[in-house]
């Protein structure tokens, strides 16, 4: 069993910036693509941005491209998402996921329901 353990949240004002840490635990990080999904206040859960294994291969929401970025550190066992020119609408609950992948050549997926595994979220509030 994984653990995922989502930290950096917070309240910003729009405009501004702020980065995201989804630690892992449990299991080989490295076999794992990763993703990062939100969930506002009546939504379903979205798709934010996903990641390959090595961090080769990335793909992003057209809501936040350009936004935001994708990271990972396998000697750490981190993926990170750093936001910038944040909006009122990205107001959400962040949540980390990992999706067990066979090769750093599989495709990126951004179906939440495929994902193996989840983290508890962690909270965003962007104000106007």
């Known amino acids: 069993q994984a653990q995922l353990v989502e930290s950096g949240g917070g309240l910003v004002q729009a405009g501004g910036s702020l980065r995201l840490s989804c630690a892992v635990s449990?299991?080989?990080?490295?076999?794992?693509?990763m993703g990062w999904f939100r969930q506002a206040p009546g939504k379903e859960r979205e798709f934010v941005a996903a990641?390959?294994?090595?961090?080769?291969?990335?793909e992003y929401a057209d809501s936040v491209k350009g936004r935001f970025t994708i990271s990972r550190d396998n000697a750490k066992n981190t993926m990170y998402l750093q936001m910038s020119s944040l909006k009122p609408e990205d107001t959400a609950v962040y949540y980390c996921?990992?999706?067990?992948?066979?090769?750093?050549?599989?495709?990126?997926?951004?179906?939440?329901?495929?994902?193996?595994?989840w983290g508890q979220g962690t909270q965003v509030t962007v104000s106007s």
């Open positions: 449990g299991r080989p990080f490295s076999n794992y693509a």
């Open positions: 990641i390959s294994r090595m961090g080769r291969k990335t």
């Open positions: 996921a990992a999706d067990f992948s066979l090769t750093e050549a599989s495709l990126l997926r951004t179906a939440a329901s495929v994902y193996d595994y």
